[in-house]
């Protein structure tokens, strides 16, 4: 099953790369990826819960590193995700112009990159599958990219380089703190030697320092946030789609899934670095994003600052918090990639993202302006949308544990401080909407066409998919559920 | 069963007899000689996969200068690939090497130049079993002696004969450290074999001064072969200058052999701790020399020179830490990924040049050299599933373990410088359009191949190492066991 899924995607880019027709194969591979990974999540059974679906392949004995694929409450999530947002930015696709084969191609290799590390219980391979996404994305961005778009795709390949390589020194050192006779790069046997206690703290003291900045770095956490906004900006909208709405959840499936459970001594010794570094993604960012004049650039800077609020789950350490923050990785996901699909389309129709330049754009473009605000009214995270069940966990869990600690915490700040963030990005993301829907028409948009009956599908889709979480998060707390008691039971006090 | 210094006698031998028979014969195509070569070579490469167990190591006669133990095989093995690769591109060098030579015959030098890579081969290979320094020495003339001819082989291209100058001179220069470290060496210990030098160090009962002096000539005469800073000087412009499948041999071969030695070298020398200071400084300054100066090339092969030095950076690490099997890993990933570009460089520079700019819009050219040359570009940056990453994997652990701090941290920063100068040439490749007149390339079935073969080496290797772990495993006694 998992194997399927992780395969599908690169298949079908190596069949397109050798001749396919471009956009036909990368619908179909994308959607059989799609419809397995709903299969897989059906199929799990939360009861025993744990990894299923697992197979594995052994690559090297003497280093213990396995190809070993398997999926729990977590992973799933991610995977629907993933293969979500996939299918709908190829669907989004438009006529890329050049070398169409290539950038289908290269679409498929960034999703299927994400798709391998979310199903990958071996560390080796989580880490080998995000990378293989770099060049795709360098591709991207300089090929089809606007704007100054040879700059963003140095910049964002060089960041997520440097940043690759501080996470592989962290997840060597971690192989090798582990005792000898459970060294290995198989998630499940390094869970259960960390549970014996076989991390020293000093050692998880560097580790995870060392995870933190180079998960950081991919996850665009403030101060590292540099490459995001101007890679979002100038990568065509399929690209920005799977970057900001799956490829950059990569690092914080990594802080849930390696950083948090394998570490617990090192993530409580950097909690308040962590603590002071999200308010730096919520406030410094979230402020930096009200100033921007161009709603490509504004988008960036929002993904960025809504990293923010996931962290502040993962730094809560605690039942609630986790879950929300693994229901906000899905929600901030889908919202984002369906604000960067319809900044596409509209940069596409009208050749300007400027705020100064649109306006009045809801009245020839009304699906596509229901379609934005219902986004914008997501990523702000209004009731009945899966961010706002998300977000309300991340604070509830957040601000439990200054009140377990007695008095007016540091996390307690921090989440007033955040709750402050939720007015910041309201403010930003309804004057994006009045700017380019509202207010008077500009003559020059008059014969703009709406988004046509085929494109409609996809947003219907990720509408959808927020909708349903948010008015039903059990569906996704259903599978979550069995991934997080182990963590949190050691985090209690 | 075939005793392995069979091998070497074999391959000289049949270097021999096509030198010979290339001085008779006139009438056929000299391109039939390094097909014969090829033949020859990978006939041997099949041979060594049956060799006798070696005898047990003598203080005496032949087999106290020269070993078979797995690094010694591995490491022929190496040599033999590598040298029918740079046969397969000679073969499409050929009408470079035509406008080059003078001479009435229009297929003057071809033979020549078909068969001494073959004699470089032997030299190699018997670098790689070289356990006294007599016998170090002697291999070592070997291979240069026959790069001297090689690299001023386009004598008529003035950038060819000022790299070969340059290279003869400094590789002269470097042959006389070499001599004169041995010497003292000999001077303090008395011998000249390596077990026994090993001997006679861990007795302690010697004077340091004059034997690290010794040390620290050997090492600039190493240093020079595996083109580490400070002695890095001669490499841009010899690899600029240099017949193409030249410079890729000497950046591949020379390279790999200078390893092999520095790691037999370093066994008994370890001893002395500062050995291991002296090699931290100077891979830290390779490492950020390489890398920080191959930044603004704008020459192809100049910045593979440059990049070449910077993998001996990465090498150099391995060396620091003793880790033999990382060394020999990132060997072969640098073998199959260096070799790779070189071939692209070759096929085309045929109706090119040799700058990152004629590399414009190649995957419009030939989608197939520009896929080969953006795995090759992939690998020598280090992304997953390439043999160059698994190489940076395990040079890095072994610095990890080592805990050798300073070196990890160069190393992260110029990995970064890495990704920009090899996705500069991504980047003219895929993004830039192609110069107007540009002709489609050809390419003949047999580099076809090979380049095919290479690259699904680099994805074999970067996915499942452990063939060439277990060909290293036990690993070598000398390499591996002497730091711990």
């Known amino acids: 099953m998992l194997l399927f899924i992780v395969f599908a995607p690169l298949v079908t880019a190596l069949l397109i790369l050798s001749g396919a027709p471009g956009r036909v194969t990368a619908l179909f591979g994308s959607a059989a990826t799609a419809i397995a990974t709903f299969t897989a999540l059906f199929r799990y059974d939360p009861v025993p819960g744990g990894f299923q679906f697992v197979s594995s392949l052994t690559i090297s004995e003497s280093w213990r590193i396995h190809f070993l694929l398997g999926a729990d409450g977590l992973s799933l999530i991610m995977l629907v995700l993933a293969a979500l947002v996939l299918f709908c930015a190829v669907w989004f696709t438009q006529p890329v112009g050049k070398s169409e084969r290539l950038f289908y191609a290269c679409l498929l290799l960034l999703g299927g990159g994400a798709i391998g590390a979310f199903a990958s219980l071996d560390l080796f391979f989580f880490y080998a599958f995000h990378e293989i996404a770099l060049i795709p994305t360098f591709f991207l961005i300089g090929i089809w990219g606007t704007g100054n778009r040879f700059a963003a795709a140095w910049k964002v390949t060089i960041y997520l380089a440097l940043g690759s390589f501080v996470l592989l020194l962290g997840l060597i050192l971690l192989y090798r703190s582990v005792p000898v006779t459970a060294r290995s790069f198989d998630l499940r046997v390094l869970q259960s030697a960390a549970a014996a206690g076989g991390i020293a703290p000093a050692a998880q003291n560097t580790i995870f320092l060392l995870l933190l900045i180079g998960f950081g770095v991919l996850i665009s956490l403030f101060p590292f946030h540099n490459w995001a906004p101007e890679a979002y900006a100038s990568a065509p909208a399929p690209a920005a789609m799977l970057h900001a709405g799956v490829l950059k959840k990569f690092g914080l499936y990594g802080l849930l899934r390696i950083a948090l459970p394998l570490l617990p001594e090192g993530a409580r010794h950097w909690s308040w670095l962590l603590l002071v570094l999200l308010s730096g993604n919520i406030i410094y960012v979230g402020l930096v994003t009200l100033a921007q004049k161009r709603l490509d650039w504004m988008l960036g800077y929002s993904s960025v600052m809504h990293m923010g609020y996931i962290f502040l789950g993962i730094a809560s350490a605690n039942l609630i918090g986790l879950n929300g923050a693994a229901v906000l990785m899905f929600a901030h996901g889908i919202s984002i990639a369906l604000l960067f699909a319809l900044a596409g389309e509209i940069r596409r129709r009208t050749g300007t993202l400027a705020f100064s330049d649109l306006g009045g754009l809801g009245k020839v473009m009304p699906f596509a302006g229901f379609a934005f605000g219902v986004a914008a009214f997501a990523a702000i995270g209004l009731p009945g949308f899966a961010n706002f069940a998300a977000e309300v966990m991340v604070f509830f869990g957040a601000f439990r544990v200054g009140a377990d600690l007695q008095g007016l915490h540091f996390f307690q700040v921090t989440t007033v401080l955040a709750l402050w963030g939720v007015v910041i990005s309201a403010v930003y993301l309804l004057r994006a909407y009045r700017s380019i829907f509202m207010g008077a028409p500009n003559d020059k948009w008059n014969a703009l066409p709406d988004l046509a009956g085929a494109l409609r599908i996809p947003v219907i889709l990720l509408i959808t998919a927020t909708l349903i979480v948010g008015f039903f998060p059990n569906t996704a707390l259903r599978v979550l559920r069995p991934t997080f008691p182990a963590t949190v039971a050691e985090s209690a006090p | ?484």
């Open chain 2, 1 to 484: 069963m075939i005793p392995t210094p069979a091998l070497e006698i074999v391959v000289l031998v049949w270097g021999l007899v096509l030198l010979l028979a290339e001085a008779f014969v006139d009438k056929l195509d000299k391109r039939v000689f390094a097909i014969a070569g090829i033949v020859g070579l990978v006939a041997v490469l099949l041979g060594s996969f049956f060799l006798a167990p070696p005898p047990p190591a003598a203080s005496t006669g032949f087999w106290s200068f020269y070993t078979a133990d797995p690094l010694a095989i591995f490491f022929k093995r190496f040599a033999l690939a590598t040298t029918i690769f740079i046969l397969i591109m000679a073969i499409d060098y050929a009408p470079a090497i035509r406008m080059g030579v003078p001479g009435a015959n229009p297929q003057a030098g071809l033979g020549e130049f078909f068969a001494l890579p073959i004699f470089t081969c032997a030299g190699l290979m018997w670098m790689a079993s070289a356990i006294d320094f007599v016998m170090i020495f002697v291999s070592l003339e070997l291979v240069t002696m026959s790069f001297y001819v090689l690299v001023t082989f386009t004598r008529r291209n003035p950038a060819t004969l000022e790299a070969g100058v340059k290279y003869l001179i400094l590789s002269a220069l470097s042959t006389g450290f070499l001599v004169y470290g041995i010497t003292w060496i000999f001077g303090v210990t008395g011998e000249t074999n390596l077990a026994r030098i090993g001997a006679v160090l861990a007795r302690q009962d010697f004077d340091h001064v004059p034997l690290l002096f010794g040390f620290a000539l050997v090492l600039v005469a190493l240093g020079f072969k595996i083109a580490a800073v400070p002695f890095q000087i001669w490499v841009p412009d010899v690899y600029q200058g240099a017949p193409t499948p030249v410079t890729a041999f000497l950046s591949v071969g020379s390279k790999a052999a200078g390893f092999v030695v520095l790691l037999r070298v370093l066994g008994p020398f370890s001893i002395l701790p500062q050995v291991g200071k002296l090699l931290v400084v100077i891979a830290a300054l390779t490492l950020i020399y390489g890398n920080f100066a191959a930044l603004p090339q704008t020459n192809l092969k100049r910045l593979l020179a440059y990049s070449s030095i910077a993998h001996a950076g990465y090498l150099l690490i391995g060396v620091v830490c003793f880790a033999g099997t990382a060394v020999a890993f990132y060997l072969v990933g640098y073998l199959l990924m260096t070799l790779l570009c070189f071939a692209v460089v070759v096929l085309v520079a045929a109706d090119g040049g040799e700058q990152i700019e004629d590399y414009s819009g190649l995957v419009r050219r030939s989608p197939f050299l520009a896929g080969a040359m953006l795995v090759g570009m992939v690998s020598l940056a280090g992304i997953p599933f390439t043999a160059g990453f698994l190489g940076k994997f395990f040079i890095f652990d072994a610095a990890i373990r080592q805990g050798q701090t300073l070196l990890v941290v160069i190393g992260v920063i110029t990995v970064g410088c890495g990704f920009y100068y090899y996705l500069k040439v991504i980047r003219a490749m895929f993004w830039l359009p192609p110069p107007n007149d540009a002709p489609v390339i050809q390419i003949s079935p047999l580099s076809r191949g090979a380049i095919g073969l290479l690259i699904a080496g680099i994805f074999v290797f970067g996915v499942y190492p452990q063939p060439i772990l277990n060909a290293l495993n036990p690993p070598a006694p000398v390499a591996v066991t002497a730091g711990r």
